[in-house]
């Protein structure tokens, strides 16, 4: 076991930084009501700047005349601080990608998915059992967390975001995560990632840190950029990144409801039409899918977690096509398309029952905009 871990040889009420019934029953109050006094972020013993903030414009999105004007919802809180969309995706927009910081804490206990410290707590996990479990199974001298509450519940989130931070936490310390439980599984496919990566983190359900450091990390500076190119550069040393045409990524009824109900037919067009190959991520390994969408110039699919297998390894340059349901447009990709030198381009499709559709001509004049 590493040096900076250990096991506690005693209750751990016989350790130094005492674990008190009391404490134990402070917290359980506080595990119930969801909420602390003050986040944990606040007692930093020191905070600094890990990478600095900057400066950026936004690129327009890539669509067709009066492809906005179908759109009936959308997530406001993608499209701050304007409500509608168009304005995002019109482009020209300034914004102050702030900096990356770090926190560093002292004497902090984490105990079933969240992390503490006098009245101050940080959460790293949603949903924890009614009564946090009294035995804290590590100490660990200097730990960093990369996992964040958000990450721990999507997929796509933890991919994108999460992983970046990995990097950072293996400056500062021992890397860690929370501890999957039998409500709470590791994501499927998040240990083929993690050996393509290299990622090694520690995984605990409770442990007391005598130093812990935290991250802001969602700023989209030139800092995360790196480290999400990293990567990607990561993946790609797997497979065969050949260029070809593009790869669309099915997502059928998987997760959140956003059924395309032509989507089978408009993969197969692009297949036969344009030499695009077609992947089920559900259906198939992770090295499988890496190795179909190294390589693609444009991923494509409809809007949602999926695409991020192939926005992983998409260069700088190349593009993503997302296929909106009016009723639920997101503009989570274009920024981090924007942020890697990428192309975002968009087909909002139209309502049909349950779902919607889109139009293959659409698509295909679409893709025509993009540069080759």
Not at 92 to 115: F, M, N, S
Request: with cysteine; proline share 7%; aromatic share 10%.
């Amino acid at each position: 076991m590493d040096s900076n871990i250990s096991k506690f040889s005693e209750s751990p009420v016989a350790v130094d930084h005492s674990w008190t019934l009391a404490a134990y029953w402070h917290i359980a109050r506080k595990r119930l009501a969801r909420k602390a006094d003050i986040d944990l972020k606040h007692v930093a013993h020191r905070a600094w700047d890990v990478a600095p903030g900057e400066v950026t414009v936004s690129p327009p999105a890539i669509y067709l005349p009066n492809q906005l004007e179908r759109v009936t919802g959308w997530e406001a809180k993608r499209f701050f601080p304007y409500v509608h969309p168009a304005r995002t995706m019109e482009g020209g927009l300034t914004a102050q990608q702030g900096p990356t910081r770090g926190y560093l804490l002292k004497d902090v206990w984490l105990i079933d998915g969240a992390l503490y410290k006098g009245n101050a707590s940080h959460w790293l996990a949603r949903k924890p059992s009614t009564w946090p479990r009294v035995v804290v199974e590590h100490e660990v001298h200097r730990g960093a967390a990369y996992c964040t509450l958000n990450g721990n519940t999507w997929f796509g989130t933890w991919l994108m975001e999460d992983c970046p931070t990995y990097a950072l936490a293996c400056n500062e310390g021992v890397p860690f995560t929370t501890a999957p439980s039998a409500r709470y599984p590791l994501f499927t496919q998040t240990p083929a990632y993690e050996h393509l990566l290299g990622m090694q983190p520690l995984r605990l359900h409770s442990a007391f840190f005598h130093e812990l450091v935290l991250f802001d990390d969602l700023s989209n500076n030139r800092s995360r950029h790196q480290r999400y190119s990293a990567m990607g550069d990561k993946l790609l040393s797997h497979v065969d990144a050949t260029p070809h045409p593009g790869v669309f990524i099915l997502r059928g009824a998987d997760g959140d409801l956003r059924l395309l109900r032509n989507e089978l037919e408009i993969a197969e067009h692009l297949r036969t039409h344009r030499g695009f190959r077609v992947i089920n991520p559900m259906k198939c390994d992770v090295p499988t899918i890496v190795a179909a969408c190294a390589g693609a110039r444009v991923v494509i699919g409809v809007e949602g977690s999926q695409l991020v297998h192939g926005v992983n390894v998409l260069q700088p340059g190349c593009g993503l096509l997302t296929l909106q349901p009016p009723n639920r447009f997101v503009s989570y990709y274009k920024y981090l398309t924007d942020r890697d030198h990428q192309h975002f381009g968009f087909v909002v499709g139209m309502p049909e029952g349950d779902g919607f559709t889109i139009d293959i001509e659409e698509v295909e004049r679409t893709l025509d905009l993009f540069p080759s």
